[in-house]
């Protein structure tokens, strides 16, 4: 063997910052708060931040390899512990506010943090659960006072008063550095341990021209929730690659998005589809146009094809459809254009392009696999489980005994997709969502997906309920954008020519759509809420 003769110089998220601190220093970081003004400040200005924050937590006992958790939202004061924390070599667990208590108490016992960094807004929340969280022996308010509550520090003023660390600690790049927990659809919350090398390659990989393109002169502003899968890489990416970065806290209605879209030059931004539904009814009900917004990424769940083609037909804004999940960073596939693709012309194009969750991209190998284990052909008709690999996708669960990718590194990601000769792949269905009728498949997300381009749809979730003669029956819920904007008979004559005759919903109920902690459609409460619904049709 003849040995590489390079510098063997770990993979360092803190690194990611001191670059965008020395070849970028003026470009801006502008942060919302819950309850203080914007917040202004640039990479120089946030990194000094962070070096005394590094110290901070020395001063409050963190040594490396200890779990250190945040309760917070998108701001500057949590994008500073993304540096810190993994900075002096420990983990920062992002727990998911918008999980049930009794999940959001399991998960940090679990992480077995022994200090939680919290929003204002969760103040009366930790009152509550502090009986029940044994391990925790420091509370920090992420605010600028400095005794904000009893027995809690100030944030502002730790960092005030602690001298910047110098030199930051050799870190194997292996080490863990982020715990996010998957939000527990079936079962309890799973952790899952980003290590620096993963999240350093993702950074890179995401701002490739073929998946985000980003370049120093985007300004960035991830509405994907900072606890969530690290909104999507975007806290790494974007500083490595310069762009300014905005953080809208949790303030994600249209109006507010808007101020800051328009009032500071956001040309890229990302999130779950509901945030963008809001934000189209915004941009529809006021006359307002996107300022110089260009691309949105949207993931997490389906992007129905009328959002994507609305934002491009109306205000020339290009969605990147994403697909990923907790157990690969999350970045898996993005969908943005090839030559091949191009070349059948523009409408062929924007028609892969919205509708699959993306192509693939370096970094993650892509499989499909029929029931029996047998990898399937791409022809964009078969559809298996969809399998991963790669330096960015899980090996094993925290605390876990045994992997959870198999021996030959595949993990099964619980989705069933096709995937086609141009490398595209499209979601058909999570395995528990997807609806069996009478031996055939129904894909939940396809119906979807056709049901809510009809005027006045806001959200449409279809679930597959028992049914004494077929197994299982779709029932599609229509969450409408006003009461009486859309009834059941347009629904029906809307999707008679967009779907096969036996996929037409049984039923057709307008309810609202009750959303999971991810801010998907939480379609295990819709099995449940109708479960009896077709129970003597027959
Ligand atoms: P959770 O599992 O907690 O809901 P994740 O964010 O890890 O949280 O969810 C990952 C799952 O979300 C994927 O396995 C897939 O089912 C779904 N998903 C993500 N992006 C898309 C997309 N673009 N289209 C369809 N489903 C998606």
Known sequence: MTQGLMQTASLRIIDILRFAASAHPTQEVVSRLVDEPLWRSDYRGVYARVCSCANALRGLGVRAGDRVASLAWNTHRHFELFYAVPGIGAVLHTANPRLSEDQIVYTLNH?????????????????????????????????????????????DSLLRTASPIINWPTIDENSGAFLCYTSGTTGDPKGVVYSHRAIVLHAFAAGLSGAFGLSAFDVVMPCSSLYHATAWGLPFAAPVNGCKLVLPCDKMDGQSLQDLIEGEGVTFTGGVPTIWTMYLAHLEATGETPGRLQRVVIGGSAVPRAMASAFKTRYDVTVLQIWGMTETCPLGVVATPTPALADRGEDAMQEVIWTRQGRLQFGIELRIEDEEGLELPWDGESSGALLVKGPW??????????????????????????????????????????????????????????????????????????????????????????????????????????????????????????????????????????????????
Not at 122 to 130: G, T
Not at 134 to 155: F, K, S, W
Not at 481 to 494: K, L, N, T, W
Request: proline share 7%; hydrophobic share 40%.
């Open 111 to 155: 992480g077995g943090s022994q200090i939680l960094f919290f929003d204002r807004t969760f103040l009366p929340l930790i009152e509550r659960l502090k009986p029940r969280l044994p391990d925790i022996r420091t509370y920090v308010m992420m605010c600028e006072q400095d005794a904000p509550a009893p027995d809690v520090l100030g944030y």
């Open 393 to 538: 996708t899980i090996q094993r669960y925290y605390r876990q005994e045994s992997d959870a990718a198999r021996s030959d590194g595949w993990f099964d990601t619980g989705d069933i997709a096709t995937i086609d000769p141009d490398g595209f792949m499209r979601i058909t269905d999570r395995k528990k969502d997807v609806i069996k009728s009478g031996g055939e498949w129904i894909s939940s997300i396809d119906l979807e997906n056709a049901a809510s381009a009809c005027k006045g749809v806001k959200i449409a979730a279809v679930v597959g309920v028992p049914h004494p003669k077929w197994e299982e029956r779709p029932v599609l819920v229509i969450e409408a954008h006003a009461p009486g904007a859309v009834s059941e008979a347009d629904v029906r004559a809307h999707l008679e020519p967009l779907i096969a005759r036996w996929w037409m919903p049984d039923r057709i109920i307008f309810d609202t759509a009750p959303l999971t902690a991810t801010g998907k459609i939480d379609k295990k409460a819709l099995r449940s809420r109708y479960a009896s619904l077709l129970i003597g049709d027959g």
